[in-house]
């Protein structure tokens, strides 16, 4: 039996059994909030658990390392449209110690591509169509400085609204503990 079969024979006896009934909500955040975060593991249930969120309280848009870095990437599109479409107030980033991003190493990740069958002609060839992949794939070296530049980059974002607060923090994938690197009140 493959993970997708597993997967399909629990969700049709989990919809089977109206096992859903209990996460019934509705798309717009209860407790007005965006948070953008890394899709860790360890965070899965531990963050929102951790910060007294449910379904239905808050959106989530997760990606690796939990930055922003690109001004008009997806993850910008994404909390652009939770704050004007979605009803969400304030926004936080919340980055973690022991974050894969901050250990993360572009040549070996090019040197894995290549052990992999990924061509050196199609490496080259991205390269030469202006991405820069060592660049692209880099990590961070402290998750304090990366929460505080995406904040900054979401603060002063052309397309934001300059009302929305927007809060820097650190979470512990040990403890759920918070740890406050931007106070987006001022
Ligand atoms: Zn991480």
Redesign the pocket.
């Known amino acids: 039996m493959t993970l997708l079969t597993n997967i399909l024979d629990y969700n049709q006896q989990f919809v089977q059994e109206q096992s859903y009934e209990e996460y019934r909500t509705t798309k717009f955040p209860d407790k007005r909030l965006v948070i953008l975060?890394?899709?860790?593991t360890r965070?899965v249930e531990l963050l929102p658990k951790s910060m007294n969120m449910k379904n239905g309280d808050v959106k989530i848009v997760k990606n690796?390392?939990?930055v922003v870095s690109h001004p008009f990437g997806s993850i910008m599109r994404s909390l652009l449209v939770a704050v004007y479409e979605l009803q969400a107030d304030e926004v936080l980033v919340i980055?973690?110690h022991?974050?894969?991003?901050?250990a993360i190493n572009s040549d070996s990740i090019l040197d894995k591509m290549k052990e992999r069958g990924v061509a050196d002609e199609t490496l080259e060839t991205v390269n030469y169509s202006g991405i820069d992949l060592h660049d692209w794939l880099k990590g961070f070296s402290s998750?304090q400085e990366s929460v505080a530049h995406s904040v900054d980059m979401i603060k002063n974002h052309p397309l934001m609204d300059k009302k929305i607060p927007v809060h820097g923090l650190v979470i512990s994938?040990e403890t759920g503990k918070l740890d406050l690197v931007v106070e987006g009140y001022k």
């Open positions: 975060t890394c899709m860790d965070l690796a390392g939990a980055g973690h022991d974050c894969g991003m901050s998750v994938p």
